[in-house]
């Protein structure tokens, strides 16, 4: 907790208050109350919740990097059966042993345990007293069932709502995520599994309830067991498809020295840029991806053009500005890629028709090639190179909104800085080569290639002086 903002702290500690205040009301139940079903259903989801640790099928121990046997919330319709079985409060402390001691993939992995508890008991609570309100009365008999569909469904989204209230007020005050955004599609996206699992939830605590017992309960996890095996396999199945996407970036960077960890850094400022924008989260993994790939066409082009040390001439300068072409094609196939693919096409067009390969104008250029522009050029200039010192944050945003309008869409500009300003910029350390001795060095005793002006870059999409376009090979690249 030391770790976190003071926000943070103090936003959990509210919650965890509310979670107090919801099963504090236990202690008066008595002996009577069904504590021996609390228990039962508090041992069954924390085991489901080790049980996340296993590795996959046919794969390896789960880990922050790779995927695990099991989704987190998986066992939700435990959860959800104990909603319709229990009272209020003895609902509310049913997720707690098992989110304490659940895994969790991100540190601080104590702060994240406890607000999954703390969060967990507000929601259950909530959901036990609208399945109440709403008609559902224990204890419950197969009969009943139909009667109790609307109720579970009423409790499941009374559950999935209060998570998502609560888990848009932990982005803003842990990892700061803007207020206007905070809470876009955390109700949509989880809404749906939801009421799935409300569904198999009221199974369980029909089944608790019947002749047949408890046992007979926990069959209705098989199902959930499959689908796991599915989710597990497809995410195994996008890991793989990163892993090739690696791949072209590593031949990239291996081809071209100089820009060694541009790629992901590119990708990392589209995030920025997309987020700020407040885009959908499908969108903002595509954008990565588009950060990443743009220079994928490098590929086809000549060795010694890019690590060519002079300027290059009008024909070379052709050569090279065929890389997005390449990309193009070269990316083409890949269907998950979605706009993405257009980005890599048109991230070097500019608002004002100068841009190659097909000088479009303005908002004829796709958004999210207008992202990745401004992505772009922002890594070239606080990159370091051999012949030239990275610009301070702060000088090349200045040079962003300087060129705003003419090269690059303004919006872009200022979610970027926007976001520069809120989650500051921590970038890797990656330098290029050193300079060759005896290379022309300006007043400074910066490293400069002959015939390019002082103080630009090789890669930097906006050299200074009043024209960036005009200043060495760095427009074409």
Do not use: N
Not at 251 to 269: F, L, N
Not at 420 to 438: F, I, Q, Y
């Amino acid at each position: 907790m030391r770790g976190l903002p003071a926000a943070a702290r103090g936003y959990i500690g509210a919650v965890a208050l509310a979670a107090a205040l919801c099963a504090a009301p236990a202690i008066r139940l008595g002996a009577d109350a069904p504590w021996s079903s609390t228990l039962a259903l508090a041992l069954v989801y924390a085991l489901c919740e080790q049980a996340r640790r296993c590795p996959p099928v046919g794969g390896r121990a789960p880990s922050a990097a790779g995927p695990a046997s099991f989704p987190a919330g998986w066992a939700s319709p435990v959860l959800l059966a104990g909603v319709c079985l229990l009272p209020p409060p003895l609902a509310a402390l049913t997720a707690v042993p098992g989110a304490l001691t659940g895994p969790v993939e991100d540190r601080p992995a104590g702060a994240r345990r406890l607000w999954h508890a703390v969060a967990l008991a507000p929601a259950c609570w909530a959901a036990a007293q609208v399945f109440r309100l709403t008609g559902g009365h224990p204890p419950l008999s197969a009969p009943q069932f139909p009667l109790l569909l609307l109720p579970a469904a009423a409790a499941a989204a009374a559950f999935c709502a209060v998570l998502a209230v609560l888990d848009g007020g932990v982005l803003v005050a842990a990892e700061r995520h803007p207020v206007r955004t905070a809470w876009r599609g955390l109700l949509t996206r989880s809404l749906g599994p939801h009421l799935v699992h409300g569904l198999a939830g009221l199974m369980m605590a029909v089944l608790w309830r019947s002749s047949y017992g408890p046992p007979a309960a926990l069959l209705v996890l098989l199902p959930m067991c499959l689908s796991c095996w599915v989710f597990a396999r497809c995410h195994r199945e996008r890991a793989a498809h990163q892993a090739t996407l690696r791949a072209l970036v590593q031949a990239v960077d291996i081809k071209d020295r100089y820009t060694r960890g541009h790629s992901e850094r590119v990708g990392r400022a589209s995030v920025l840029i997309a987020r700020e924008l407040g885009m959908a989260e499908d969108r903002v993994e595509v954008l990565r991806f588009a950060g990443i790939l743009h220079d994928v066409g490098k590929l086809g082009v000549p060795t010694r053009l890019l690590r060519k040390e002079g300027p290059l001439t009008p024909q070379e300068r052709r050569i090279i500005e065929l890389h997005p072409e390449y990309g193009h094609e070269i990316v083409r196939g890949i269907g998950f890629l979605g706009e993405a693919r257009s980005a890599i096409l048109h991230h070097h067009e500019r608002l004002d028709g100068r841009g190659y390969p097909y000088g479009l104008r303005g908002h004829q250029i796709p958004e999210y090639a207008r992202v990745v522009a401004v992505a772009d050029a922002f890594d070239a200039m606080t990159s370091t190179r051999s012949y030239r010192r990275a610009r301070p944050v702060p000088a090349a945003v200045e040079e962003l909104r300087r060129c705003a309008g003419e090269q690059f869409d303004p919006r872009m500009v200022r979610a970027l800085a926007a976001s520069l300003d809120r989650h500051g910029w921590h970038p890797e350390l990656v330098t290029a080569a050193g300079a060759e001795p005896g290379a022309p060095r300006d007043g400074d005793g910066v490293p400069r290639r002959g015939g390019e002006p002082a103080g630009g870059g090789r890669h930097a999409t906006v050299p200074p002086g009043p024209r960036p376009e005009e200043a060495g090979r760095d427009g074409a690249r």
